[in-house]
């Protein structure tokens, strides 16, 4: 059984910060891509930001030059610094990884949700 917890959403202002961070625990053998995706009210979920186990990084044009995704996988942890947030970055954020076991086969895993929301 694998767990991925989040932490660190909340309320913010318009240009504010926060750091969002997911780990993940369990029988794990390694992690290979880890992701952030958001579902705001109304709207279907979206990919937000990426990064594979060497560190290759992907994100969405709406975020570029103001999210940065990083993780530790000593860890199994996944982390998203999010700064100049706006109001269209109000979301539900979910963390994603693609779990390897030591049979090799892999599973996808969901975070909970954490709430981001940008408002004055």
């Known amino acids: 059984q694998v767990q991925l917890v989040e932490s660190g959403g909340g309320l913010v202002q318009p240009g504010g910060s926060l750091r969002l961070s997911c780990a993940a625990s369990g029988s794990i053998f390694s992690i290979n891509a880890m992701g952030w995706y958001r579902q705001a009210p109304g709207k279907q979920r979206e990919l937000v930001a990426a990064?594979?186990?060497?560190?290759?990084?992907n994100y969405a044009d709406s975020v570029k030059g103001r999210f940065t995704i990083s993780r530790d996988n000593a860890k199994n942890t996944v982390y998203l610094q999010m700064n100049s947030l706006k109001p269209e970055d109000t979301a539900v954020y979910y963390c994603?990884?693609?779990?390897?076991?030591?049979?090799?086969?892999?599973?996808?895993?969901w975070g909970q949700g954490t709430q981001v929301t940008v408002s004055s």
């Open positions: 990064i594979t186990s060497g560190g290759s990084t």
């Open positions: 994603n990884a693609d779990v390897l076991f030591a049979t090799m086969t892999s599973v996808d895993y």
